[in-house]
């Protein structure tokens, strides 16, 4: 009987710790973030650059979706939205020479769409490892095709 007490404590010490991963990502709140930049296509090519994009685990990351081509893409990847825990996207712009945040958004994201010429900012940590290959753009052209038949699909490493 005792023993099973002792398994059943356990479980729930685990069930605990699990749910620390929430906190501790919230008290990197003041740590300054990894910059990682994700360019959303460039002019006459749909794609991710990089495709392959890398995190680790209980780390601060700022990922710019950066679009410097003529067409509006989204950054979408359910797997990679399940690793982590999303601590805002915000969207800022730069007035008189000084970075100025217009929004930022909270809880759960799923997709980021990022129009031509403009930048949005994922900030979040790892809690989790995996790989996802689902990264993609959904965005329908003219040809009626996906940007992501075109290639523009990726994969995220979480270690
Ligand atoms: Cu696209």
Redesign the pocket.
């Known amino acids: 009987m005792r023993f099973w007490l002792q398994v059943i404590a356990a479980g729930v010490a685990g069930a605990l710790t699990g749910t620390a991963a929430g906190y501790a990502a919230g008290n990197l709140a003041g740590q300054p973030p990894i910059e990682v930049t994700v360019d959303?296509?460039k002019p006459g090519q749909?794609a991710f650059l990089p495709s392959s994009i890398k995190f680790e685990t209980g780390k601060l990351y700022k990922l710019v979706l950066r679009n410097q081509?003529e067409?509006?893409?989204?950054f979408t990847s359910h797997g990679f939205s399940q690793l982590i825990y999303t601590r805002k996207v915000q969207v800022v712009q730069t007035r008189d020479g000084k970075p100025t945040t217009l929004a930022e958004f909270k809880g759960a994201i799923r997709e980021v769409e990022v129009y031509p010429g403009h930048s949005a900012e994922w900030w979040f940590v790892p809690v989790a490892t995996g790989k996802v290959a689902d990264l993609r753009?959904?965005?329908v052209?003219k040809d009626g095709k996906?940007?992501?038949d075109?290639g523009?699909i990726g994969e995220i490493v979480i270690e």
Do not use: K
Not at 71 to 74: G, K, L, S
């Open positions: 959303l296509g749909h081509s067409d509006p893409h989204y753009c959904g965005i052209g996906t940007h992501a075109h523009m």
